[in-house]
């Protein structure tokens, strides 16, 4: 029924019941999942997790935050990894303005080396962007890279649809059933359903009405159901086009 295009239980805050969760998810409709590396260490975990479990596939690169300590050895490594039969995709990488976690300089560097890596694999890539919308955008546009996500979206309906027409989907998760979220709202409502992943962002953004709790994909079903009302159409309709529309990006 559903799938979930980013989550990350490889955090320490599944660590107390990370197998049992997992074990649960598929029969609470949960398809599949990517969980999304965001440094080294949870990159290699992603990869340990998709062994483990059939429906889970991983994603591997390093984050904004952690920008500041990778090396080039660190780009070897991604690339090896990426050759793994269930690494769908680069990332999460891209910019973050608005903790900073790294100096700006050193985020813009490692974006555009990983940029590069996805073109060099071929893989799709999964964008992280916070404050940063328009840097963000010019960067991945001048690297070339026409195939990915831009997850936990919160840019404009205009930029949503210039991304679109470069080649990417647009992530949708929790913040959508958020009271302040008219922005978002609006997005979702300029795009097609056929441009829109939907995700959870575990153990993050829970939404409404678990908002506040830890997150986990058993909820993608509030997010779902926000967007069947906002497209007029049943949850059901909304779970197989989004899952369909992540197949598409990730399996093809
Ligand atoms: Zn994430």
């Known amino acids: 029924m559903y799938f979930e295009s980013h989550a990350h239980y490889d955090d320490g805050r599944f660590d107390k019941d990370r197998e049992e969760i997992l074990n649960l998810l598929p029969s609470c409709g949960i398809d599949y999942v990517i969980n999304v590396g965001c440094d080294m260490e949870s990159s290699r975990k992603s990869i340990e997790m998709a062994e483990k479990y059939d429906y889970v596939y991983a994603a591997v690169g390093v984050h904004p935050h952690d920008a500041e300590n990778m090396k080039e050895s660190d780009l070897d490594e991604l690339r090896q990894m990426s050759s793994h039969k269930k690494v769908v995709a680069i990332g999460e990488i891209g910019l973050d303005y608005y ?19 996805v073109k060099e694999v071929n893989k799709p890539v999964i964008i992280h962007s916070r404050e940063a919308s328009k840097e963000t955008f010019d960067i991945i546009k001048e690297s070339g890279v026409r195939k990915g996500v831009i997850h936990c979206y919160s840019g404009s309906a205009q930029m949503a649809k210039d991304y679109i027409n470069m080649g990417f989907y647009i992530g949708i998760g929790g913040v959508i059933t958020f009271s302040n979220a008219k922005k978002l709202v609006e997005v979702a409502e300029t795009i097609q359903l056929e441009q829109i992943l939907i995700e959870t962002d575990s153990p993050y953004l829970s939404p409404i009405p678990n908002r506040g709790k830890r997150n986990d994909s058993r909820n993608l079903q509030f997010v779902v159901k926000k967007l069947a009302k906002i497209k007029d159409l049943t949850p059901e309709k909304v779970a197989n086009i989004t899952k369909l529309n992540a197949k598409q990006l990730f399996f093809k």
């Open 99 to 117: 903790y900073d976690n790294s100096p700006r300089d050193v985020q813009r560097y490692w974006f555009k080396r990983q940029l590069e890596l």
